[in-house]
């Protein structure tokens, strides 16, 4: 089994930055790769960026160039750079990890306002 712990949310002014971060524990070997999706007001979760665990990573258009998605696997957590933020990127944020031959795990979600 795999826990995910987000943090790193908060309130931010248009043009700033953030720094989400997810610990990870349990079961580590058998992630396949992780992600941060979010889920903003009346809106479905989307997929924001993802990690394999050979370091390849894959954007929404809607972040590219602004948010920088690693892994420290010595660490056992993941990270999500998050910069020139829009009032749009308001959201919960959620981490992800797909697992072996298991169900995918989720953090419980930080929440990011982008707001003047």
């Known amino acids: 089994q795999v826990r995910l712990v987000e943090s790193g949310g908060g309130l931010v002014q248009p043009g700033g930055s953030l720094r989400l971060s997810c610990a990870v524990s349990?079961?580590?070997?058998?992630?396949?790769?992780m992600g941060w999706y979010r889920q903003a007001p009346g809106k479905q979760r989307e997929l924001v960026a993802t990690?394999?665990?050979?370091?390849?990573?894959s954007y929404a258009d809607f972040v590219k160039g602004r948010f920088t998605i690693s892994r420290d696997i010595a660490k056992s957590a993941a990270y999500l750079q998050m910069n020139s933020l829009k009032p749009e990127d308001t959201a919960v944020y959620y981490c992800?990890?797909?697992?072996?031959?298991?169900?995918?795990?989720w953090g419980q979600g930080t929440r990011v306002t982008v707001s003047p």
């Open positions: 349990g079961s580590i070997a058998s992630i396949i790769d």
């Open positions: 990690i394999t665990n050979g370091g390849s990573t």
């Open positions: 992800h990890a797909s697992i072996l031959l298991r169900p995918d795990s």
